[in-house]
């Protein structure tokens, strides 16, 4: 093992250069920049899967540039979205991992003070990998589509100059300072979403708690046969509906039946 410290790009940008099968990594924050030398220099046998924190409130603040994942996905890559995600791993052909501070951004890799360690000890990098599968594959865990992108950016460039200004940009690389929530009008959302989608984000346009269960949706059931009397598995649609919701970082799985919604 080897500690790795600020600056560490010139050693990420090496490590991914010579990755001739995967470059996978979590990394809370993500900036264009960054991602754009990544592509740059990876060999084109080498798949990058990211996994990050796609919320509304993320891409809004400025932690997370859309951008960047729109490039990932365009290059034959994979983005997931993983809400509660703090850790920042890399992992290069799943033989070498370094578990670091730094976030996937110049501040990250250059200007902060991060520390980590290196590794290509065999039974380390084995654990490393299991771990980044399983939050890779967790049932709270969203592929990121381009087509989810597209909506974001949509709703976004639609949020009013006055709601804008409730939203500062933070200097500091911490999720923790990131709002809860972002303040958007729900027309501009309703105008984003058609057929299912849009009716379910009625549903909890009616509930008054940010945070809610899967079974407080029972109540709109009656509402949503109504609406679509062909459909007999209601309870199945509205949890893939939710899912829709959640790729498009409007809502986050808190786990066990739990959810909590990303705008005012």
């Not at 560490?8 to 924050?29: D, G, M």
């Not at 960054?34 to 603040?61: A, G, H, M, P, R």
């Not at 592929?143 to 709601?163: A, Q, R, T």
């Amino acid at each position: 093992m080897e500690v790795i410290k600020t600056p560490w790009k010139e050693n990420f940008l090496e490590l991914v250069s010579n990755s001739r099968k995967s470059i996978k990594i979590t990394s809370p924050f993500v900036k264009e920049n960054i991602c754009s030398e990544l592509i740059k220099v990876k060999q084109d046998s080498s798949k990058i899967e990211l996994i990050t924190s796609f919320k509304l409130t993320s891409i809004y603040s400025g932690s997370v540039d859309i951008n960047a994942l729109e490039k990932i996905i365009q290059t034959n890559g994979s983005v997931k979205n993983y809400s509660k995600l703090h850790a920042k791993i890399y992992l290069f052909d799943d033989k070498e991992a370094v578990i670091t501070s730094s976030n996937l951004t110049n501040g990250g890799l250059v200007h902060n003070f991060e520390y980590g360690i290196y590794s290509k000890e065999k039974t380390f990098v084995e654990k490393v990998k299991h771990d980044f599968n399983i939050i890779s594959s967790d049932e709270i865990t969203g592929i990121v589509k381009l087509k989810d992108i597209e909506n974001v950016k949509n709703i976004l460039s639609k949020i009013p100059k006055s709601n804008r200004e409730k939203l500062p940009k933070y200097e500091l690389e911490s999720p923790e300072n990131n709002y809860n929530s972002i303040d958007i009008p729900d027309e501009i959302i309703k105008e984003s979403l058609n057929g299912w989608k849009l009716e379910i984000f009625k549903c909890l346009q009616s509930i008054n708690n940010k945070q809610f269960k899967l079974n407080v949706l029972d109540e709109f059931e009656g509402q949503l046969k109504n609406k679509y009397p062909k459909n007999n598995n209601i309870e199945a649609k509205v949890r893939q509906q939710l899912q829709y919701l959640r790729d498009l970082g409007l809502i986050e799985f808190l786990g066990n039946g739990k959810y909590n919604k990303l705008w005012n």
